[in-house]
């Protein structure tokens, strides 16, 4: 299922989700304090472009919270909803099931991504 389903995914929307963390992540590049936030966007655009076969573990400690915090106030909510909304209409259907369990996982990504690793 990895493989179909990630190619699927990045035809079906998968590229337009991985546009928009590439978007967040050239917007935080464009100062120079957001530079962290915005290779942690890059990072995760690669998740989003193709996100089967990858498992989310959460960990992380006081700083990862901060920046998680600070990360949910200014990013983190839209790219979340864009997820949600996303995720809503396909569990419509039952051939769209497996990729909208998909973006609530990029959901919580979304609104949690430092202390997050990718395995």
């Known amino acids: 299922m990895g493989c179909l389903g990630n190619l699927l995914w990045f035809i079906f929307g998968g590229f337009l989700s991985g546009i928009s963390w590439c978007a967040a992540g050239i ?4 100062t120079i304090v957001g530079i ?16 089967f076969g990858k498992d989310i573990i959460y960990g992380g400690g006081a700083v990862s919270l901060l920046m998680n915090i600070f990360w949910i106030i200014l990013s983190g909510i839209p790219l979340a909803l864009e997820h949600l909304a996303t995720g809503a209409l ?7 099931i497996p990729f909208g369990i998909q973006h609530f996982k990029l959901a919580k990504l979304a609104l949690m991504p430092f202390g997050a690793y990718v395995r």
């Open 90 to 96: 396909l569990c419509v259907t039952i051939i769209g």
């Open 36 to 51: 962290p936030i915005g290779r942690q966007c890059f990072k995760l655009a690669g998740v989003s472009f193709f996100p």
């Open 27 to 30: 917007l935080w590049c464009i």
